[in-house]
């Protein structure tokens, strides 16, 4: 009988307290959490439509086993076509007509750019952006903005340091794409090499990621005589550029971005035999890559893609990145109690310590705080061997 | 009698949009905002390729000038209304001075160049040289006007006011100059460049001057979405800004002052309302809506109104040829004589 | 001088990428008098065909083949379906529809066939020239592009067909006056304008590789090329193709970095077209009242 009463007292109490949170926090009831999302559903960016929609079959998986702190989550995922006045309208749409609880996983630099001062002045928060650029790790001036990518200036750095160290003798140069982020890297390069940057850099050549060849600029780099080629791009020119030089007979150490590191899309079009001894850093297993295909992870990831997204490739390394950014978006949730606010989520967020989702590589402990907002504390140095990526531990740092 | 029934619904259209904000929750407003800065690029459009014939599919070259004028100097420190005159001067002077040569360029080759000035200008936005001004591809951000304190509206009904302002301002101004002795000069340029050059009219100079002030018009608008989005990057204005332009002009109807109007709203709410449709293919259902409504008003919406309200008032003999002789937009004789 | 070298053999061999979808461009703007924007994305398509045929095993020569006819038809169904309806609209709506096209199609391509870079089989694969300078494959492109270039300048100027098609384009009104049918004659134009740009795709995309995105790039340069050159006449849009790669090439290399080398190739075609309105190679036509 006791019992019993204790058990109905909680249950108002708890009724009563979240009747409360969904009055005062707009998109959360009983019921429901509403997140909103923004990326390219049409025009040319449409090809990383696998970023809003792992996540959109995630959470539908995790609703249907019961959803988080009993609420179902839904994800309102909006194309902005990549245009950053787009991104604004929609993100506004979201925030004022949907009346989401926060922004999760929008996709691009220029589109989570361009909604990040409106996010912050209304103090909501942009939760794992898709976004390497170092304005997104400013906890000072935006500190509801956090972003999902490895940095790409702190992966240049690592390049950098990587040359100056094993390299004695060389001589860089880089390939980087005319944006934010073959600007980054750019510069990351250049503050790993340190002192060294100046003798050791010997040509900086850019390319549009629009141009149809990227001839010109290969021949250009092969001709400065270097010996170590950053290809600091996506994936396109990325697998463009590696097969060319296997076609001039060029051999420098090549380092490729994280972005543009998939067995089955960047490697295997540029031709396995060009790609021999290229160096990348990783932070997902690359579902391509056989060196994972009994893995645990990959076994889950893997029925996941079948049984929620059977028309998508799951081996789009874009799929991986959303079904790492759903799993931290989930573990957020669960953290910040069945009682949640803004303010909670990014306390739970920028309270992340040493989490590995699936598909992260085994040694990778996510780390978030109030801060730094760069999730990723180490990265992992991995040679192609022909069929896969090879980790080796190169001991710079 | 026309001239006072539309002088009745402009005034009708004008109370409207003065009581929308008071009307609307602050979304609605924000995008009645960006419906009317669409038109007012689109205006410019009209004037070019409706009223003097010459076709452009690079207006978003100078939207991202008036956009960076107003970036660059509200970053400076200026007041935003005191920026909105120099982006006009600015993009005029930019229109003017690729108009001169461009108009010696006919039909294709003119819409073919004007597209390269399309491609180029993220290019040139992006480049390290301009870096200091423009931001390179980070962008830069503008702080958003707030309404004067003696004044109880909140930041998006005063922009939207601004907006307005200046755009009935523009529209107004756009009509009377399509309607005047000026106006006729453009308009037979475009139907008869070599007849029209005889009878004494500057050809060359008169359609670099349209040009100027197309581009000025488009330029202004620029300058206001940079206001709204508080936000300007090379990105913002990529190719298929240049070509949603020109398919909202097209769509609106590119005769008219009027088509404009629809051709903003076409701009803003269509892709919109195609991803409603379909997700997973809405650049699909959007291109089929494109191809559609060309089919079933060539001449845009608003020529296909005109034509159906046209019908009306003729005797029913008449009415199929009337249908047609908009198909093949130049009006026919007796229907301008009627209307004066 | 080898980098120099290099840099122009490269040029040529890119730039008879561009001439290869400019032929396309041309042919369609000598036979009906429009510009297809949506040129590329039918290439695309018939690229994809040829990709799909190829996965079932078939031979490579006997799918070429098989993509040009199934092109070929598929450009003369689009003009006899879809075109012909706007024959009356004015330019601008019929330029509007062209950008319909072009939309549309390419967000199919990537619906149907998905966004992943495909590497497309090139029957030169295995040949080797025995230099780093120029490949195999770069050879077929250059010599094919040759071959058509021939056989078009053939057609226009020597059968009856070719003249009647260039007849039906520049003056309607009088060619149905001396009994050629013109609606045959503007189909027989996109079928072959299509059957080109089939060819061009499956030349092109062992280079750039096949993905929803290849044409729409290849484009905007097939189209700087055909100005550059003249609209038309195809050994001229052929001709502003090698150029436009040439130049670029160099001026990216030596004067003012690849920051703005597109900006500057469009300054250079924008600059001849104000000497020569009808490009370097067109013949210029005189209005008469």
């Not at chain 1, 994800?75 to 950053?84: E, G, N, R, T």
């Not at chain 1, 759903?326 to 069945?338: E, F, H, I, R, S």
């Not at chain 2, 009219?201 to 330029?219: N, Q």
Request: charged share 15%.
């Amino acid at each position: 009988m006791n019992m019993k009463f204790l058990h109905l007292a909680t249950l108002a109490l708890a009724c009563v307290a979240s009747s409360a949170v969904s009055a005062a926090e707009p998109g959360v009831t009983d019921k429901e959490i509403k997140i909103g999302q923004t990326g390219p559903y049409s025009g040319p960016a449409s090809i990383a439509v696998a970023l809003m929609q792992t996540p959109i079959a995630y959470f539908k998986m995790i609703n249907e086993t019961g959803g988080i702190h009993g609420r179902k989550i839904n994800l309102i995922s909006l194309d902005d076509a990549y245009s950053p006045p787009k991104t604004v309208e929609m993100t506004r749409r979201l925030m004022e007509q949907d009346n989401v609880f926060f922004m999760f996983g929008q996709v691009g630099s220029p589109a989570a750019a361009a909604a990040q001062p409106y996010l912050n002045a209304k103090k909501v928060p942009q939760l794992f952006s898709l976004v390497g650029t170092s304005r997104f790790n400013d906890p000072a001036k935006f500190p509801w903005t956090i972003g999902t990518i490895v940095s790409y200036k702190a992966e240049g750095i690592l390049f950098g340091k990587y040359i100056k160290q094993k390299m004695p003798n060389a001589k860089v140069g880089i390939l980087y794409q005319n944006d934010d982020l073959g600007r980054d890297y750019v510069e990351g390069v250049t503050e790993g090499l340190g002192d060294l940057a100046k003798s050791t850099i010997v040509a900086k050549v850019s390319l549009e990621p629009t141009e149809p060849t990227f001839d010109s600029q290969v021949l250009a780099l092969k001709a400065s005589g270097a010996n170590a080629l950053v290809i600091a791009t996506g994936p396109k020119p990325a697998v463009y550029a590696i097969r060319k030089a296997g076609e001039l007979g060029w051999k420098p150490q090549t380092f490729l971005t994280a972005g543009a590191n998939s067995v089955s899309m960047v490697m295997e079009p540029a031709g396995v035999a060009n790609g021999k001894g290229v160096i990348t850093t990783a932070t997902f297993k690359d579902p391509s890559d056989p060196r994972w295909q009994s893995d645990p992870d990959y076994i889950e990831y893997s029925a996941f893609m079948a049984k929620y997204l059977p028309q998508l490739n799951k081996n789009d390394s874009y799929a991986v990145m959303g079904y790492v950014g759903a799993q931290l978006m989930t573990k957020v949730l669960n953290d910040v109690g069945p009682n949640p606010t803004r303010e909670g989520i990014r306390k739970a967020a920028t309270s992340i310590r040493d989490y590995r989702p699936k598909m992260a590589m085994p040694d990778i402990k996510l780390m978030l705080t109030p801060n730094d907002y760069d999730m990723y504390k180490k990265l992992n140095f991995m040679r192609f061997n022909g069929t896969g990526w090879e980790p080796f531990d190169a001991g710079v740092l | 009698m026309t001239t006072t029934k539309t002088k009745l619904s402009a005034i009708c259209a004008i109370l409207a949009c003065l009581s929308l904000p008071l009307l609307l929750p602050e979304f609605l407003v924000f995008q009645a905002s960006q419906i009317l800065v669409y038109a007012v690029a689109i205006l410019g459009l009209n004037l070019l390729m409706g009223f003097n014939g010459q076709i452009s599919m690079g207006h978003g070259a100078f939207y991202a000038v008036g956009a960076y004028v107003v970036a660059i100097l509200v970053g400076h420190g200026w007041p935003y209304w005191a920026v909105l005159p120099l982006a006009a001067v600015v993009s005029f002077g930019v229109g003017f001075f690729f108009g001169k040569p461009a108009s010696r360029l006919g039909g294709h080759y003119l819409a073919l160049a004007t597209f390269a000035l399309s491609l180029a200008v993220p290019q040139l936005l992006r480049h390290p040289a301009l870096e200091f001004w423009t931001g390179g591809s980070q962008g830069m951000y503008i702080t958003k006007p707030e309404a004067p304190s003696f004044l109880p509206l909140n930041a998006d009904q005063w922009l939207y006011y601004f907006v307005l302002l200046v755009a009935v301002a523009l529209f107004f101004a756009a009509h009377n100059l399509t309607t005047g002795r000026v106006g006729r000069a453009i308009s037979a340029i475009r139907d008869h460049p070599i007849a029209a050059e005889s009878m004494g009219i500057p050809v060359a100079r008169l359609k670099a001057i349209t040009f100027g002030v197309s581009a000025m018009y488009t330029g202004v608008a620029g300058a206001l979405s940079a206001l709204v989005i508080q936000y300007v990057a090379p990105d913002s204005f990529s190719m298929f800004l240049s070509i949603f332009l020109f398919v909202g002009a097209v769509i609106g109807g590119a005769r008219s002052i009027a088509g404009a109007l629809i051709g903003g709203m076409f701009i803003v709410v269509v892709p919109n309302l195609t991803f409603e449709i379909s997700k997973s293919a809405t650049g699909v259902v959007y291109a089929i809506v494109l191809i559609a409504m060309m089919r079933f008003a060539p001449a845009g919406i608003w020529g296909f109104l005109r034509a159906k309200v046209e019908a009306k008032t003729r005797s029913p003999e008449e009415k199929p040829s009337a249908q047609k002789a908009n198909v093949s937009v130049p009006i026919p004789q007796h229907d301008a004589s009627e209307r004066s | 001088m080898e980098v120099f070298l290099q840099q122009i053999i490269s040029g040529i061999a890119t730039g008879s990428i561009y001439a290869s979808v400019a032929l396309a461009l041309v042919m369609i703007s000598n036979s009906t008098g429009h510009i297809n924007f949506a040129q590329g994305e039918m290439a695309l398509f018939s690229t994809y065909l040829a990709w799909t045929l190829l996965s079932f095993g078939l031979n490579y020569w006997l799918v070429f083949g098989l993509t040009i006819v199934v092109s070929f038809a598929f450009g003369m169904a689009i003009e006899r379906w879809l075109i012909r309806s706007f024959s009356n609209a004015p330019p601008m709506s019929l330029i509007v529809v062209f950008i319909g096209l072009l939309l549309g199609l390419n967000a199919l391509a990537g619906l149907v066939w998905g966004y992943a870079l495909i590497k497309f089989p090139s029957p030169m694969a295995n040949v080797s020239t025995g230099t780093f300078l120029i490949s195999a494959h770069d050879l077929f492109v250059i010599a094919v592009t040759f071959g058509q270039l021939l056989l078009l300048f053939m057609f226009f100027s020597f059968t009856k067909l070719g003249l009647a098609m260039k007849a039906a384009a520049q003056n309607p009104q009088s060619a149905r006056l001396v009994g050629i049918r013109v609606g045959q004659m503007l189909s027989l134009g996109w079928g072959m304008a299509s059957a080109l740009g089939a060819v061009a795709g499956m030349l092109v995309a062992p280079i750039v590789y096949l993905d929803p995105n290849m044409m729409l790039n290849v484009l905007l340069y097939a189209f700087a090329s055909a100005l550059l050159g003249g609209l038309g006449s195809p050994a001229g849009a052929a001709a502003g193709g090698l150029i436009f790669g040439v130049v670029e090439n160099l001026v990216g290399t030596y004067v003012i970095g690849h920051e703005l080398k597109l900006t500057f190739a469009l300054v250079v075609v924008v600059i001849v077209l104000l000497v020569k309105p009808a490009g370097l190679f067109g013949k210029t036509i005189v209005n008469r009242v």
